[in-house]
């Protein structure tokens, strides 16, 4: 349908884009008009009358009027305060009114305070909350747009728009409904929920762009797996049978390839290098010490005819201009390197992928720089390279479903060998148990962290801070190494540890970084302060190789159902759903949006059905 340019002003100044993102828009309450036909105490409605008596008491602006209700021939005593002159016209003497209110009885007579007069009794007025128009103006907006006729043209399939209509047209039995229960009626909220996640969807399909690829890439990677002195799982060749499809396209792949920590991504990023070959690939990473590792990865893994080089902040060259010579005259068919790569001067020409490792530590902004470093733009046309991003933060299935029509998602889900982590939590009480457990891993040779939430001491924490829990654990044992995160020397203390330390005392900052075949066991202090995302990631630095690991929750609050539902699961997928359960969104994807997916009615955590009905209807 076409909306006049009027209508369109009103539905821009309430801040609504299109009919159906405005049918979201529900009347706060409604107001049936009909005439009462009984009178009962406290009863509510319009009565027609006629006025007998009308004026202003002495000296106050209240206004009193007697009238008569014409179906009952009984007496009505309506007081009006904070009259005004014009009242007097309204209620004049002799005049037929239908007057709406509740009816109470008092003092052996009938009696009304503030009516509302109506015009056309009868109808069931919608009332909506006043924002940039008034609720009239809004009603009369919704009266003439949200139509059946209309909201099916807008995309909702008729059973879904007859209930929508129903919301802003209401019928006596609708409102019946929704008076018994003071809401609205099931399956109305059902059609709310419809049109709210197909307005979303509708919207999003829109800002996914389709681009030629610079290149089609069909690197035989069978030989590479192949070589390989361990078995791939499923998942993983699943992926890359997928990935492999994306590549040979002519349109520039989008995926985000999420899978739980351990799962094997690496592998996954060389199988991709190997697809692109003979063109190059170019990976960013979040950490130095992520990218090396990516890069011992490398070599140790891929074919010796493809070579890799590793590009980080600390990168020794000559001169930033020798640098940038070497780093593309020199042959490099793989590149690694950390952010600094996004203020390289690019010749971009051979690269057919881009990669993306841990790629909810990269804002759009930084990502969206690195894809335009390496596309080919000319006056015709814009061809970009493929594009990939893997991330171990496993975000629920509803909101991958939700936001496969911005980019495609594929899972590894499978581990290449079981993890056998215990999870408890603990409290003072149980520190000593918790002493001698650290002890005992010691004395076998593996490794354990402790994670503390604050570096500084702080008035306000029920918690020891990084740096007064320095002194205890250094006074008791060897190889205590201790990192805030912000010391320049970060990623060179974490691999000294890695080498050789016994404990390490660290903030968050391990969430995400240094593989550490050795750690048995982490302490996590103040649990509760952190998202069950930011504890799954820190639990999964332990147990890498199939050591059995250990995860100590310390805290101060009792009976945290949180706290309990994250000790009982292990997988990050389910870790999402439970995390979903409790923050209903927050930011699961890092980045895409960094408040997530807000909405009204739908609910992420229970209405899955809904959405896959409307991707089935939408053909998305």
């Not at 009027?6 to 005439?35: C, E, H, M, N, V």
């Not at 949200?146 to 006596?172: R, S, V, Y």
């Not at 804002?363 to 990939?388: A, N, V």
Request: one cysteine or more.
């Amino acid at each position: 349908m076409k909306i006049s340019p009027d209508d369109r002003a009103k539905l821009q100044k309430l801040g609504y884009l299109d009919l159906l993102a405005f049918a979201t828009y529900i009347p706060k309450s409604y107001t049936d008009t009909s005439l009462i036909t009984s009178l009962t105490p406290l009863c509510e409605g319009v009565v027609a009358t006629h006025i007998t008596q009308a004026d202003f008491i002495r000296g106050k602006n209240i206004f009193k009027v007697v009238a008569v209700m014409e179906a009952f021939d009984e007496p009505l005593f309506i007081t009006i305060f904070n009259a005004k002159s014009f009242h007097k016209t309204l209620y004049a003497i002799g005049k037929k009114l239908f007057v709406l209110g509740k009816i109470e009885y008092n003092f052996g007579h009938y009696a009304m305070t503030q009516p509302k007069i109506i015009t056309a009794p009868g109808e069931i007025i919608a009332n909506f909350k006043a924002t940039a128009l008034k609720s009239a103006s809004i009603s009369a907006l919704a009266q003439k747009l949200l139509t059946e006729e209309n909201l099916t043209e807008a995309g909702l399939p008729q059973k879904i728009a007859c209930l929508i209509a129903e919301i802003f047209h209401p019928t006596k039995s609708f409102l019946l409904e929704y008076q018994k229960n003071n809401a609205l009626p099931p399956r109305h909220l059902h059609a709310l929920k419809w049109t709210e996640i197909t307005a979303y969807l509708m919207r999003l399909s829109k800002k996914r762009r389709y681009f030629a690829s610079k290149y089609i890439c069909r690197g035989d990677y069978a030989g590479f797996i192949d070589s390989l002195p361990f078995e791939l799982t499923s998942d993983q060749n699943s992926v890359i049978a997928t990935i492999a499809s994306d590549l040979a396209k002519p349109t520039a792949s989008k995926r985000l390839i999420m899978g739980d920590v351990g799962c094997g991504k690496t592998i996954v990023i060389l199988c991709s290098v190997v697809m692109a070959y003979p063109h190059k690939t170019l990976l960013m990473a979040p950490t130095t010490i992520l990218a090396k590792q990516l890069y011992d990865e490398a070599q140790k893994f891929l074919p010796k005819h493809i070579t890799t080089k590793l590009i980080t902040a600390d990168t020794k060259t000559d001169s930033k201009k020798n640098g940038q010579k070497k780093l593309f005259e020199e042959k490099a068919d793989f590149i690694i390197g950390t952010q600094a790569l996004l203020y390289r001067e690019f010749q971009a020409e051979d690269f057919a992928l881009i990669i993306t490792d841990e790629q909810h530590r990269f804002g759009t902004k930084q990502r969206h720089q690195l894809e335009k470093l390496t596309e080919e733009k000319t006056p015709e046309s814009t061809k970009k390279p493929h594009f990939l991003q893997f991330s171990a933060t496993p975000i629920p299935r509803t909101m991958a479903m939700l936001n496969s029509s911005l980019i495609d998602f594929s899972f590894i889900k499978q581990l290449p060998f079981k993890k056998d982590i215990t999870t408890k939590i603990i409290d003072k009480s149980g520190f000593s148990e918790l002493l001698r457990h650290i002890q005992i891993e010691i004395s076998q040779h593996r490794q354990v962290v402790i994670v503390y939430p604050l570096v500084e001491e702080s008035q306000n924490f029920d918690y020891l801070s990084l740096k007064e829990g320095c002194e205890f654990w250094q006074k008791r044992f060897d190889n205590v190494y201790v990192t805030s995160g912000k010391d320049k020397d970060k990623e060179q203390v974490l691999e000294d540890f890695r080498d050789k330390g016994n404990i390490l005392l660290a903030t968050t900052l391990i969430e995400v970084g240094i593989s550490l075949p050795k750690l048995s066991t982490i302490v996590i202090v103040g649990p509760e302060r952190l998202g069950l995302a930011t504890l799954h990631q820190l639990r999964g630095r332990v147990s890498r190789n199939g050591l059995k690991g250990y995860c100590f929750l310390y805290t101060n609050t009792k009976e945290s159902e949180r706290l309990k539902d994250f000790c009982a699961h292990l997988s990050g997928f389910d870790i999402a759903e439970i995390d979903l359960k409790y923050r209903n969104s927050g930011d699961l994807l890092g980045g895409e949006r960094q408040s997530g997916a807000e909405f009204e009615f739908f609910d992420m955590s229970c209405d899955g059905e809904i959405l896959s009905e409307v991707k089935q209807y939408l053909g998305i």
